[in-house]
């Protein structure tokens, strides 16, 4: 008995301690995080909407580059497309290009042969987001989410891919993967190269600004605006976009877990005649995290708002558009972990004729998608809703 209670003391303790941990931890980020205001950069942006599409372009723009390849991704996977890439940025480093990889520690799927062999050649690697004191627990959930190539800091991407095969529809799990990722040329990189360099200087502690970072830009005809976020702010400026909606919202996300003040606002817009879409993947690509999603369905199903689970494939683009007017694309979902604890880094659009490219897109998802009714809803087995309730315990973690 005595083996039990210590046990069980031992089990509360930990609790206790990781909940403090994370709260304290949550609560530093946010005394430390910047509000950024970006000004508004007019520039060509190609909407990529396919693995092919981004891998294509990508691989092209870094065989160009002819004094420095930046990139920072969640997650980097030594399989073909992943070693592909490392074929590219090593021939570019025997150039002499000045190749920076920065990888999230946690989504980092090369091998330490592999990234000492990196090294050796000539390409600097770093690990971002690493857990450390005094906040173990929260620095091993934060990650640094972002997405971002910069090529001569004349051509940057953003978006929802990652390096790995099954971005290319290469995992049988999940089949096609749908995601949407921008290539911008001109105004605006140096605001992609900022960050980079801000988040390489966390990682490595040392000064890296050199004049060849940020060349003269050419202009274009699309206004954007960068949008990065350390954990705080994502989610007031998510709220501000849906209540300018006056006609209509189209939302695309893999994980939907907003929160009740998103969620709110939701169903305000629909209360006040916006024709409201969500899309979201029919199949998790995590544990738990779909489920999370499914108590919030109702609410918004009884609210008039259009919920619709993609099928063929997996769904994970991060795009928002209201009326035509603005269309936000990025590495944000709309969940707690994106809102509150990851960094994140999006791309406001305010262009029609792309907006309406981008519209285009995700009705074709909306027309190989399927519609979620009330019916349906109600009608899920007993063990799904079980699952549901273990999830919104850990939702704000999914």
Same mark, same amino acid.
């Given at each position: 008995?005595?083996?039990?209670?210590?046990?069980?003391?031992?089990?509360?303790?930990?609790?206790?301690?990781? =909940?403090?941990?994370?709260?304290?931890?949550?609560?530093?980020?946010?005394?430390?995080?910047? =509000?950024?205001?970006?000004?508004? @950069?007019?520039?060509?942006? &190609?909407?990529?909407?396919?693995?092919?599409?981004? !891998?294509? =372009?990508?691989?092209?723009?870094?065989?160009?580059?002819?004094? #420095?390849?930046? $990139?920072?991704?969640?997650?980097? @996977?030594? &399989?073909?497309?992943?070693?592909?890439?490392?074929?590219?940025?090593?021939?570019?480093?025997?150039?002499?290009?000045?190749?920076?990889?920065?990888? &999230?520690?946690?989504?980092?799927?090369?091998?330490?042969?592999?990234?000492?062999? $990196?090294?050796?050649?000539?390409?600097?690697?770093?690990?971002? #987001?690493?857990?450390?004191?005094?906040?173990?627990?929260?620095?091993?959930?934060? @990650?640094?989410?972002?997405?971002?190539?910069?090529?001569?800091?004349?051509? *940057?991407?953003?978006?929802?891919?990652?390096?790995?095969?099954?971005?290319?529809?290469? &995992?049988?799990?999940?089949?096609?993967?749908?995601?949407?990722?921008?290539?911008?040329?001109?105004? *605006?990189?140096?605001?992609?190269?900022?960050?980079?360099?801000?988040?390489?200087?966390?990682?490595?502690?040392?000064? +890296?600004?050199?004049?060849?970072?940020?060349? @003269?830009?050419?202009?274009?005809?699309?206004?954007?605006?960068?949008?990065?976020?350390?954990?705080?702010?994502?989610?007031?400026?998510?709220?501000?976009?849906?209540?300018?909606?006056?006609?209509? $919202?189209?939302? *695309?996300?893999?994980?939907?877990?907003?929160?009740?003040?998103?969620?709110?606002? +939701?169903?305000?817009?629909?209360?006040?005649?916006?024709?409201?879409? $969500?899309?979201?993947?029919?199949? *998790?690509?995590?544990?738990?995290?779909?489920?999370?999603? !499914?108590?919030? !369905?109702?609410?918004?199903?009884?609210?008039?708002?259009?919920?619709?689970?993609?099928?063929?494939?997996?769904?994970?683009?991060?795009?928002?558009?209201?009326?035509?007017?603005?269309?936000?694309?990025?590495? %944000?979902?709309?969940?707690?972990?994106?809102?509150?604890?990851?960094?994140?880094?999006?791309?406001?659009?305010?262009?029609?004729?792309?907006?309406?490219?981008?519209?285009?897109?995700?009705?074709?998802?909306?027309?190989?998608?399927?519609?979620?009714?009330?019916? %349906?809803?109600?009608?899920?087995?007993?063990?799904?809703?079980?699952?549901?309730?273990? %999830?919104?315990?850990?939702?704000?973690?999914?």
């Amino acid at each position: 008995m005595n083996g039990w209670i210590i046990t069980l003391f031992v089990v509360v303790a930990v609790l206790i301690w990781l =909940r403090i941990d994370f709260k304290l931890g949550l609560r530093q980020q946010r005394k430390e995080a910047t =509000r950024h205001v970006q000004e508004t @950069r007019y520039s060509e942006v &190609d909407l990529l909407p396919t693995g092919d599409d981004f !891998f294509k =372009r990508l691989l092209a723009d870094i065989q160009q580059a002819t004094n #420095h390849v930046h $990139l920072l991704f969640y997650i980097f @996977r030594e &399989d073909h497309i992943g070693k592909k890439m490392l074929t590219i940025l090593e021939d570019k480093a025997k150039e002499g290009v000045d190749v920076r990889l920065l990888v &999230d520690k946690m989504g980092c799927k090369l091998s330490k042969k592999r990234i000492k062999e $990196l090294k050796k050649i000539g390409v600097r690697f770093a690990y971002s #987001h690493p857990p450390s004191f005094p906040y173990i627990f929260f620095t091993f959930n934060r @990650r640094n989410h972002r997405k971002l190539v910069i090529v001569d800091g004349c051509v *940057g991407y953003i978006g929802g891919y990652n390096v790995g095969d099954e971005y290319l529809g290469r &995992d049988p799990k999940f089949g096609p993967w749908r995601d949407f990722h921008l290539r911008i040329d001109g105004d *605006g990189v140096q605001d992609l190269q900022e960050q980079f360099i801000q988040d390489w200087q966390t990682a490595k502690q040392n000064r +890296m600004v050199k004049e060849a970072h940020y060349p @003269r830009l050419k202009q274009g005809s699309i206004p954007l605006r960068i949008l990065p976020t350390d954990g705080t702010y994502l989610e007031e400026t998510f709220i501000n976009l849906i209540k300018q909606a006056k006609e209509s $919202l189209v939302i *695309g996300t893999p994980y939907y877990i907003p929160g009740e003040e998103v969620q709110k606002e +939701m169903i305000k817009a629909a209360e006040r005649g916006v024709d409201v879409k $969500l899309i979201v993947p029919k199949k *998790g690509d995590h544990p738990l995290v779909k489920e999370a999603a !499914f108590p919030y !369905f109702e609410p918004l199903l009884l609210a008039g708002i259009s919920v619709y689970q993609f099928y063929r494939g997996f769904f994970h683009a991060k795009v928002l558009v209201v009326d035509q007017q603005v269309c936000d694309i990025g590495t %944000a979902n709309f969940d707690q972990r994106s809102f509150h604890i990851n960094h994140e880094i999006n791309c406001l659009i305010y262009d029609k004729t792309f907006i309406q490219g981008a519209l285009t897109e995700l009705e074709h998802d909306i027309a190989i998608s399927e519609r979620l009714t009330i019916e %349906a809803f109600r009608k899920r087995p007993l063990f799904q809703r079980g699952k549901e309730k273990v %999830a919104r315990l850990v939702s704000g973690l999914l």
